[in-house]
């Protein structure tokens, strides 16, 4: 044991030592932080490899380069301050994680002095006992200094054995982001969430990441004047459709409840699925609202979505502006532009109060930033709900059922009328890794593709799951004040995997074409409104960045002074040109441009020699998405809606929203507002609604399907057990998003 401290000492006391020994000892604070401090929603033996060896490259890298260094002063003051520098960086995310629950950005470093000042005072506070561990080393260090245990090394390493070190470093970065990005394809170029970067590429890493990113953003933000505006203004005046007298303000005043049907398609609409010879219907309870006299049904609504997926449909919907062609709006600028969202709008309009319910970490996707920017008051997280096991969540967050009925502490404390909008989640490939237990019973498709298999159990799942709230809100009466409106983020089943899922939906994987996945990518958009009785599917061409217009005229707020790109999707001036966010794709009632190639879009006939006045119709189409989309562009990437004045909008207040203790805060506001206090629970004699709320499991609903079968032979093992063991099966072969 004597012998070996005795080496150790002689081993960091030469440059070579100490350096390696230093990058050992961030690796091990990094890994303390990674495991006791951060959240990384680490899953799997692979993400939990990748995160150990991530701290070891850059570290290693800079650390490193000090040995270039001849001077013996020199090098141990660089190599210490270097040394402080790195560990600096992680001990303040450390602090800084423990009240944000995220990373700091370069942008939050930027952004405000108020933010920093508000830190180093709360650091102090947020500093606890256990973080000497931290500090150990700088102790153990002084003294072995002091007691000169250690020396200096005289001898500077020679130049073939530091470039080794570097070469070494840049080779084993090279691997990590290699491995990283099979874990999570297109990691840099999307960005998901900050957490995903660090357990990633370890916090050296992200810090470059973020200032990249701050970098880029900022020079398109700075390159862009008042000037541009002009344009933008005259699209958007020109653009204009008037709202339709028949739906003008008719759901004024009202709750506006979204709820975001995640990965869900069109097709699964009144869809049944046969499975050993019985027919079975995915949906029943969304098929009844697409028919409901009570519902606004669009049967050709599309997703607009690029890279950011989810976070796109959000953009799209909340500001009625597109995402990026690259990347997520929201990562890249939705915590810094200057948006004009929903919720602003009719909180400064009509007083209305604002949520979002999501059971997935509040960093995903940037949300916990952006939604600040759009207005939102609250932000219910995965840290307002139940905790998370693998009986009741999965990889992207908490089961529908479970966050919906968590979320009913938080609404019925909400003011009235309210904005909000459930993020579900449970729908969400690889599909089924969701479901256990008493959920598992819906049969699974037969196809040779398991993501495709599992994906009608988890759309009924979610029916059920919004079937569940539906009750709920009739039961407490909050139905009968709202406008509820189901929309699909974007595809559930990606384009590669179409041919497979063919079959299923009557048509031939042999002569599948791009003009077939174009019609895939139709989703769901409802509009229900308790009351109404003249609800009916509607044919017109429609996309998500036509939903805020059409909702803000549905509550009597003419939109024309917003600058978005969409149209009223009721309006009878709408016009029919849906743009797909891949530059020059669209899709109109006559036309599909898709996969480079054009088709009528009614008879799905492909146009190769089209006549002149077929040329020119597909053409004024190209043009009028691609200006649409380069007007979106220009606004979100040049950070335009801060020059404009005309919104007739009071500029936003953002250091008065936090996401923390929001319980507190609505129960805080109910009691100051007492006898008027809007929200529910005031309304219901200050009592808890909690109780109404009840999501039955697919077992519970399906009991015939669980009982034992008549012949004693079959009786000693149910279906029940069949299923669920074929279900873990399949969850488990695949795990990394398409
Ligand atoms: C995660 C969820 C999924 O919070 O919204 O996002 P997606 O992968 O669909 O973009
Ligand atoms: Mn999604």
Redesign the pocket.
């Known amino acids: 044991m004597k012998t070996f401290f005795k080496n150790l000492r002689q081993f960091i006391s030469t440059r070579l030592g100490l350096v390696l020994s230093l990058v050992f000892l961030i690796w091990l604070k990094t890994v303390i932080a990674y495991y006791f401090v951060f959240d990384l929603d680490l899953g799997g033996i692979y993400q939990h490899f990748i995160a150990l060896i991530s701290p070891v490259a850059t570290t290693l890298f800079l650390l490193g380069l000090t040995l270039y260094i001849k001077n013996t002063k020199v090098f141990y003051i660089t190599v210490s301050l270097l040394y402080t520098l790195i560990f600096a960086w992680l001990f303040s995310n450390v602090i800084y994680f423990r009240e944000f629950s995220d990373f700091i950005t370069v942008n939050t470093m930027l952004a405000s002095s108020s933010v920093s000042a508000g830190l180093g005072e709360a650091a102090l506070k947020l500093f606890r006992f256990v973080d000497l561990i931290f500090l150990f080393d700088f102790f153990l260090f002084g003294y072995l200094i002091y007691k000169k245990k250690i020396t200096a090394d005289e001898r500077p390493l020679d130049k073939r054995s530091s470039f080794a070190v570097t070469a070494l470093s840049v080779m084993l970065f090279s691997v990590n982001l290699f491995l990283a990005e099979i874990d999570r394809p297109e990691l840099l170029s999307r960005g998901f969430s900050n957490s995903y970067i660090v357990r990633a590429l370890g916090p050296n890493a992200f810090l470059a990441y973020s200032a990249n990113q701050t970098y880029s953003a900022r020079q398109d933000r700075a390159g862009a004047t008042e000037e541009d505006l002009v344009p933008v203004e005259a699209y958007v005046s020109e653009n204009y459709a008037k709202p339709n007298p028949d739906y003008y303000g008719i759901a004024k005043g009202r709750n506006v409840i979204y709820v975001h049907l ?2 869900f398609q069109q097709f699964l609409i009144d869809y049944q699925l046969e499975s050993e010879g019985e027919s079975y219907e995915v949906t029943p309870f969304l098929n009844s609202l697409y028919h409901s006299e009570q519902t606004l049904s669009f049967s050709n609504f599309f997703n607009q979505v690029k890279a ?4 796109d449909s959000e953009t799209l919907l909340d500001t009625g502006l597109f995402g990026l062609s690259q990347g997520s709006f929201m990562v890249t600028y939705g915590g810094t532009n200057t948006q004009v969202a929903a919720p602003n709008i009719l909180s400064q309009l009509e007083g209305y109060s604002s949520a979002v319910f ?1 059971g ?1 970490a509040g960093t ?2 940037n949300r916990n930033q952006t939604y600040k920017q759009w207005g939102y008051q609250y932000f219910f997280d995965a840290s307002y709900f139940s905790k998370q096991t693998s009986e009741n969540s999965f990889q ?2 908490l089961n529908d059922k479970v966050m919906l009925k968590d979320s009913i502490e938080y609404l019925e404390h909400l003011q009235q009328p309210f904005y909000t909008k459930y ?1 579900t ?1 449970s729908n ?1 490939y690889p599909y089924t890794t969701s479901l256990v237990g008493d959920e598992v019973g819906f049969p699974l498709a037969e196809t040779e593709d398991e993501t495709i298999n599992g994906y009608f159990a988890t759309a009924n799942y979610l029916d059920a799951a919004v079937e569940a709230f539906f009750n709920y809100l009739k039961e407490t009466g909050l139905y009968d004040n709202s406008i509820i409106i189901l929309y699909g ?2 595809y559930g089943i990606s384009n590669s995997r179409n041919p497979s899922l063919a079959p299923l939906i009557g048509e031939n994987s042999e002569t599948w074409s791009p003009y077939d996945n174009a019609m895939l990518q139709r989703v769901p958009y409802m509009i229900h409104i308790p009351g109404i009785t003249n609800g009916k599917i509607i044919d017109t061409y429609a996309g998500q960045v036509d939903a805020l217009p059409t909702l803000l005229h549905l509550l009597g707020i003419d939109s024309a002074r917003y600058l978005q790109v969409g149209q009223d999707a009721l309006s009878p001036d709408h016009n029919q040109v849906v743009a797909l966010r891949t530059s020059g794709y669209f899709i109109t009632p006559t036309y599909t441009s898709y996969g480079g190639r054009n088709y009528y879009t009614e008879s799905g006939e492909e146009i190769t020699v089209p006549d002149e006045s077929t040329t020119e119709a597909i053409q004024e189409a190209r043009d009028a998405t691609t200006l649409q989309l380069s007007i979106s562009d220009a606004i979100q990437t040049g950070d335009l809606l801060r020059f404009y004045k005309d919104s007739g909008l009071e500029k936003l207040d953002m250091s008065k929203i936090s996401y923390q203790n929001s319980l507190e805060q609505e129960l805080t506001l109910e009691k100051e507002l007492g006898s008027a206090s809007t929200s529910l629970y005031s309304q219901n004699g200050n009592k808890s609604t909690i109780d109404l709320f009840n999501a039955p499991t697919y077992k519970a609903l399906h009991p015939e399907q669980f009982e034992p079968k008549e012949d004693p032979e079959t009786s000693e093992s149910s279906s029940e057990t069949e299923e669920s063991s074929s279900l873990e099966e399949s969850s488990n072969s695949s795990t990394s ?1 398409p």
Do not use: A, L, P, R
């Open positions: 995640e990965s950011g997926k989810t976070s999501h997935n995903f996707w992207y967050g993020i989640v969400h983020d974007h998003n």
